[in-house]
């Protein structure tokens, strides 16, 4: 089984106040943002991010512990699924020279809008059909986004992740330890579909049979 451990440590945590956003939140305001379109990205704060740009802040910090912890370097490939506009590819580009990478999102419009610098290594794709070979990267890494998937197929997409990693894998997914943790959780959700309590979570990857390590979303 892969390791309980926070990669993200160093990524800036938000202030924002989740128990307002759950206020402000309907369920046409889910509906919206589920799209994964502009209104996600770069529509109002109540259907997604509120404007979703590119800061060094916050995935610079975070792409060391990524290196040593699967030891990256310019020989390394590395896919993110869920990959957004880039950035975090963008950094590791930029602080690991040489590395190969990819990134697959299913919205068009992240990857219509994404970072200049690398839109030639990504591609619109779904997590639940990775578009590339058995072993094709030697790490995959996905980021609060396997969670906007049903149960189900969050177990195809799992299993996607194991097909296609060669030496290892990184996931983060919206989780909660207790019941302050989960109501906080559900005011603060906006497009995740399979939220679960850490020890489900795990119980879960060993049913599906997820040997990534993994960390969690609790805002
Ligand atoms: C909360 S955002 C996270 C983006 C990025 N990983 C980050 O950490 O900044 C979730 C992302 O998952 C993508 N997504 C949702 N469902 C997906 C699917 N089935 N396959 C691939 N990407 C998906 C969305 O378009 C969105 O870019």
Known sequence: MGQEIDLMVNYPRTKRNVDERGMEKTEEDRAIARQFGREFFDGDRKTGYGGFHYMARFWEPVIPTFQAHFGLTANSSVLDVGCAKGFMLYDMQRLIPGISVRGIDISEYAITHAKEEVKPFLQVADARALPFDDNSFDVVISITTLHNLEEEELAVALQEV?????????????????????KRMEAWNLT??????????????????YTGDYYWFIP
Do not use: C, P, Q
């Open 192 to 209: 995740a579909k399979t939220m679960m309590h850490v020890d489900e979570w795990k119980a879960f990857f060993k049913k599906v049979g």
């Open 162 to 182: 194991e097909r296609v990693a060669r030496k290892g894998s990184f996931i983060t997914l919206d989780a909660y330890r207790n019941d302050e943790e989960k």
